[in-house]
């Protein structure tokens, strides 16, 4: 079992930006890719980013490239979500994830956070 939290999310103006931070607990080496993803009121959950173990591999969704960065710190068994140049539709509850490869669908991933609130407000 893999325990996630994450935190860093809020209420921020269009042109801010905000750091998002997932810490993971339990069995992690089975499971050691991170992936976010988000979900915005009566939408489906659709992919962020994800970053492999070494994070020498990464890969983003097509709205989010350029202004978004994923990251981690194994040490820290955090995962890092840099946004800048938020935007009013980047708002949305943020999930953090984990399973075994870098994955762009959310069946791939076997473990989920509880999310958090992005809102990014005119």
């Known amino acids: 079992q893999v325990q996630l939290v ?8 269009v042109g801010g930006s905000l750091r998002l931070s997932c810490v993971a607990s339990g069995r992690t080496f089975s499971s050691s890719a991170r992936g976010w993803f988000r979900q915005a009121p009566g939408k489906d959950r659709e992919f962020v980013a994800t970053i492999n173990w070494s994070g020498d591999s990464t ?3 097509d709205s989010v490239k350029g202004r978004f960065t994923i990251s981690r710190d194994n040490a820290k ?3 890092y979500l840099q946004m ?6 980047d708002t949305a509850v943020y999930y953090c994830a984990a399973g075994a490869e ?3 669908h959310v069946d791939e991933y076997d473990y989920w956070g509880q999310g958090t609130q ?5």
């Open 6 to 13: 994450e935190s860093g999310g809020g209420l921020v103006q």
């Open 59 to 61: 890969y983003y969704a």
């Open 77 to 79: 068994n955090t995962v």
């Open 84 to 89: 800048n140049s938020l935007k009013p539709e």
């Open 102 to 104: 870098v994955a762009g």
């Open 118 to 122: 992005v809102t990014v407000s005119l």
